[in-house]
């Protein structure tokens, strides 16, 4: 589902980036760039997707995200901060995938938000093709 991204991974949890990075590959993202603070990402023109911890190293990445909606860039939220009134009204079409969260749907999550699968709200009810 994530063939050919290169994926920006904002997560400072050492172990959970670990994981996230190897989850990405093993379903074909073709690189996996992990940033533990803001000052890490570099350049954006590197990425064409993203997983957004909301907050790395004590900062909101809220500003960062209006960044990558700006860019185009499209991203999901994983973090433990799942109640968030601010962020379902700054970004109510951002998926928010909460800690502790399975692989597949994070994986599932940012594939639907790069387009490469379709919403399940974007399917048709009756099955057709």
Sequence with gaps: MLEGLRILLLE???LIA???ELLCREHGAADVS???TLDEVGDLA???AAILDIFVDGAS????ADTLRGAGTPFVFASGHTDNVEIAMRFPDVTLVGKPYAGNDLVEALAIACGRVPAV???DP???A
């Design 12 to 14: 400072d949890e050492f």
């Design 18 to 20: 670990m994981d996230v």
């Design 34 to 36: 992990t940033a533990r």
């Design 46 to 48: 590197e990425f064409n």
């Design 61 to 64: 990445t809220l500003d960062f």
């Design 121 to 123: 709200s974007d399917a």
């Design 126 to 128: 009756a099955g057709a």
